[in-house]
Nanobody
Framework: QVQLVESGGGLVQAGGSLRLSCAAS????????MGWYRQAPGKQRELVAA???????NYADSVKGRFTISRDNAKNTVYLQMNSLKPEDTAVYYC??????????????WGQGTQVTVSS
């Protein structure tokens, strides 16, 4: 099995910054794309940002220019730097990864989620 563990969420005021981290561990042979999604109460889960092993990125229009996704392949970790946060960014943020598990083959894994709350 593979586990994804997020950290870095919290409560900040509008205009503030947070940096989320997601570390993958377990029976990992390789990791392809990694990404961040978010889900606010009463809303559908949406893609925030994604990144390939080579560093190509995609962002939702709502976060482009404010958020930056990056990864450290040696550490099996993906990051989301969130600047100029707005109240509408409040959501549970989930990381995911397309993993080739050397025991189970290629699968998509999800983290448990981390709460981001932006006040005012």
């Amino acid at each position: 099995q593979v586990q994804l563990v997020e950290s870095g969420g919290g409560l900040v005021q509008a205009g503030g910054s947070l940096r989320l981290s997601c570390a993958a561990s377990g029976s990992i042979f390789s990791i392809n794309a990694m990404g961040w999604y978010r889900q606010a109460p009463g809303k559908q889960r949406e893609l925030v940002a994604a990144i390939t092993p080579g560093g190509s990125t995609n962002y939702a229009d709502s976060v482009k220019g404010r958020f930056t996704i990056s990864r450290d392949n040696a550490k099996n970790t993906v990051y989301l730097q969130m600047n100029s946060l707005k109240p509408e960014d409040t959501a549970v943020y989930y990381c995911n990864a397309e993993v080739t598990d050397w025991l189970a083959g290629r699968r998509v894994y999800w983290g448990q989620g981390t709460q981001v709350t932006v006040s005012s």
